[in-house]
């Protein structure tokens, strides 16, 4: 693809403003991509990524604070630690230390609000097409296509009874 691009910028067709184009595209896209993952100062989430050394600057309200403490003089928790991933670890402590998983998991998965609006909007755009444009029961349409609940086809259709002939 790079050598075509290459071949297609060197002919004669405005490769000036594509090339400018490109650019200020992907300069946009950098400046979104420092917007979502922050690069300075990411000292604050050292207790995330290591939750058994002490960390001062870590910015937790005092309860988390205090689990945090509880949990890094645990031997049983940071051994484990060692042989899961940081993910695998917070989701295990969940029962034991619910503030302090949460806190840890909304610092690591950052975009978990932005999939289910995308799946719909997907949805969204698959259901209504040039074929069927038609808005009324779209919400219902919609719940069906972005609920993870598979339905019961099976069971739906045995309570149905078929209208019997005349």
Not at 31 to 45: A, G
Not at 96 to 115: C, H, Q, R, V
Request: hydrophobic share 35%; glycine share 2%; with cysteine.
């Amino acid at each position: 693809m790079f050598s075509e691009l290459h071949d297609f910028l060197e002919s004669d067709m405005n490769a000036n403003s594509l090339k400018e184009s490109i650019t200020c595209h992907l300069r946009s896209l950098l400046d979104k991509f420092n917007q979502y993952f922050l690069t300075e100062n990411v000292e604050p989430f050292d207790w995330v990524r290591q939750p058994f050394t002490n960390c001062s600057s870590n910015n937790l309200p005092s309860e988390l604070e205090d689990a945090l403490i509880e949990l890094s003089s645990d031997r049983t928790l940071q051994a484990s630690f060692a042989s899961k991933t940081l993910d695998e670890f917070w989701l295990s402590v969940v029962q034991e230390y619910p503030g302090l998983s949460k806190a840890a998991m909304d610092i690591l998965t950052p975009f978990g609000s932005t999939y289910l609006c995308e799946k719909t909007f997907s949805s969204l755009a698959y259901i209504k097409n040039k074929y069927r444009c038609r808005l009324n029961s779209m919400e219902e349409n919609l719940h069906v296509a972005v609920s993870s609940i598979d339905p019961r086809i099976d069971l739906l259709c045995s309570r149905k009874q078929a209208h019997p002939s005349h």
